[in-house]
């Protein structure tokens, strides 16, 4: 490779144009995404684009549709959330994203389901653990970096509303939340997490939490305390990306203080290094009639919340602009821990 070949392709790492990953796998940054559902997928689509350096830790606690009705038929870990993280960091992720979350519409005992979570539950059958049925379907695919669960054990979240009730499993929580809102989620006991993910946590350069549900997706890996005791040891910058719209059933009225406070309030003070928060206005004729998230989080003009320093940038999808860009996403978020490590090193 000429000397001029070498330093356009370093040109374009620097600037985190879509390129090549794995061309950098020595010098890109190891990243840890933590989180669950559409959010963690959504960012993962991106930051394969930048890095093959890549962790994702996966949310265990879902309880609804498919992954809900194979945890009680054959107390497996629920499928969904890592099935959509595999898809996305799949090389043709059009084709398996398509194919893997392929609902069944019809059969008995079949409808509903989707495919990938039936394949997952056969490879936990046929490997004997469910860690190993995520590293063959990885393999499978030959996706970019690696999925893990934040923990083996199989458990129920669980929430505090406002009113006093306690509520068990994460769909439960989030119909209950329409009338009674959410005060804290929590688990019921301790259960121990997986020691892969702390060990990725403990050797990341950037670790990423969220987007996602709030107490549903984002909040409940962060309740395992080895996984926070792990982010407190880490040296890794640690960024927090808050949703461009609210929840209903979860963070209905919600501003960009109150997420960053109940994840400051889960992973304490003095954690995170910034969180990054979208500017982009979504006017009110750009939100689809009935859409869940029809409230968008209100941006801040506030430089710090709770000690977490604020990184606003436009990071909305231009046709959804309810959700994140998956790239533009990434290299925000790449090019700020870039920045952050200069002035370290300064």
Known sequence: ??????????????????????????????????????????????????TPNITAIVAVTDNGQSSGRLRKLYDTLPPGDIRQCIAALSPDEDVLTKLMNYRFKKGD?????ALGNLL??????????????????SEILRITGRVMPVSLGNIQLNAKLKSGQVVVGEEQISLAGHDDPIDRVFLPHSVRVYPPAVQAILEADLIIIGPGS????????LLFSGITKALKSSLAVKAYVCNISTERGETEGYSVQNHI???????????????????????????????????????????????????????????????????????????????IKKRLKR
């Open 120 to 137: 997952m539950v056969a490879l936990a059958d046929q490997s004997g653990g469910f860690d190993r049925a995520i590293i063959r379907l």
């Open 109 to 113: 005992g079949l409808k509903g389901h």
């Open 1 to 50: 490779m000429s000397t001029k070949t070498l330093f356009d392709k370093w040109w374009h790492y620097l600037k985190y144009s879509p390129t090549d990953p794995h061309f950098y796998a020595d010098s890109a940054p190891k990243v840890v995404a933590i989180g669950g559902g559409t959010g963690l997928s959504s960012l993962l689509r991106g930051l394969k684009q930048i």
């Open 214 to 221: 709030l107490y549903t997706s984002v909040i409940p890996p």
């Open 261 to 339: 406070e109940k994840i400051v309030e889960v992973v304490g003070k003095n954690v995170v290094n910034f969180a990054l928060v979208n500017k982009n206005h979504v006017r009110s004729n750009q939100i689809p009639e009935g859409e869940l998230g029809s409230i968008k989080v209100i941006s801040t003009r506030q430089s710090i919340i709770e000690g977490v320093r604020i990184k606003l940038d436009s990071v909305s999808n231009s046709k959804q602009p309810l959700y994140h860009d998956s790239i533009r996403l990434a290299e925000v978020l790449i090019m700020e821990y870039n920045e």
